[in-house]
């Protein structure tokens, strides 16, 4: 299938941006990191925005986004919804930021943050499962953005605080452990990927007069060890090692500025390579529906 870059970034960027500011919510749950809160707004608003131009580009005209809102239970619709109720409470955030004497906001908003950014997670992943593409069809790629959003989001937040030189207690280990959540994610969705191509051993031909012996899928075309797959698995792989260095070091050294920008780059660009995979992989079993 062909790889739709402005999807590609929409969902990388909007899982950055919903990491970001889910750890904010986490922070603001611990009453630390008020100083960071608003740059790290202002750092989740910009990506959220930039993913939103991006799923623009990728229907040729934005006229053609409202052609999608006929029904509540397309995509296009719930991902929109989510997006919205995300904007509201970052809006209710920064007014909140506003208001307050300590650089704090309530507890409950706080809450509704983190219960928001899964919502608009799960929006993203649920809207590629379609039964027709097996390596899609599957929890784990929704929950790859997930991954994706947990290294992404505390090493942001780690590396602006360490801008402003601001010490976050804990901010090391929540980096570490959204490494290792986005690692077992990342590797769980590409091993479902692989094992989708045993769906098309069964399907070698379709019967059609004019082609009789053209294959509709092979097996041999749909794995991460072939082709354009290949390289996005070891950008992938290098990336996840990329973040447990830069994550184990980062709290070591106690230098974010460094470890925390490199930390995120490399889960952005893992991230990337899963979408990337996702649609190198993306064989389709059309004549079946």
């Known amino acids: 299938m062909e ?4 999807l590609v970034i929409f969902t990388s960027f909007l899982a950055w941006a919903a990491g970001i500011f889910g750890t904010q919510c986490v922070l603001a749950l ?29 229907l040729t005209h934005p006229f053609n986004l409202f052609n999608g809102f006929g029904h509540i239970t397309s995509g296009i619709t719930q991902e929109l919804i989510a997006i919205v109720l995300l904007a ?19 507890q409950w908003l706080a809450v509704v943050g983190i219960v928001l950014v899964l ?6 992943g649920h809207s590629y499962m379609m039964a027709s593409l097996p390596a899609w069809d599957t929890v784990l790629q929704m929950l790859s953005l997930l991954g994706a959003a947990c290294v992404m989001g505390p090493a942001t937040v780690a590396f602006i605080a360490s801008l402003r030189g601001v ?9 570490i452990i959204g490494t290792a959540v986005n690692a077992v994610l990342s590797a769980a969705y590409m091993f479902a990927m692989e094992a989708s191509s ?16 053209h294959a ?9 060890f072939t082709g354009d797959s290949t390289t996005a698995l070891v950008v992938a792989v290098i990336a996840i090692v990329v973040t447990f260095v830069g994550a184990f ?7 974010w500025k460094v470890w925390g920008a490199v930390v995120a780059i490399a889960g952005l660009v893992c991230a990337v390579a899963l979408r990337v995979m996702m649609y190198t992989m993306g064989e389709t079993l059309f004549m079946l529906y």
């Open 30 to 58: 611990k009453k630390q990191g008020g100083e960071v809160q608003l740059p790290a707004l202002i750092t989740s608003v910009v990506l959220l925005a930039v993913g939103g131009i991006a799923v623009v580009f990728h």
């Open 3 to 6: 790889i739709q870059i402005p």
């Open 167 to 175: 010490d976050i207690k804990g901010i090391g280990l929540m980096t």
């Open 249 to 255: 070091v980062g709290k070591k050294q106690g230098d």
């Open 198 to 213: 045993a769906s098309f051993q069964s399907f070698a031909y379709y019967f059609d007069p004019t082609h009789p012996n």
């Open 88 to 106: 509201v409470a970052m809006v209710l955030f920064f007014l909140m930021l506003r208001r307050s004497g300590d650089k704090t906001v309530p």
């Open 216 to 224: 509709i899928a092979s097996a041999d075309n749909v794995s991460l």
């Open 119 to 124: 919502v608009l997670i799960f929006a993203m």
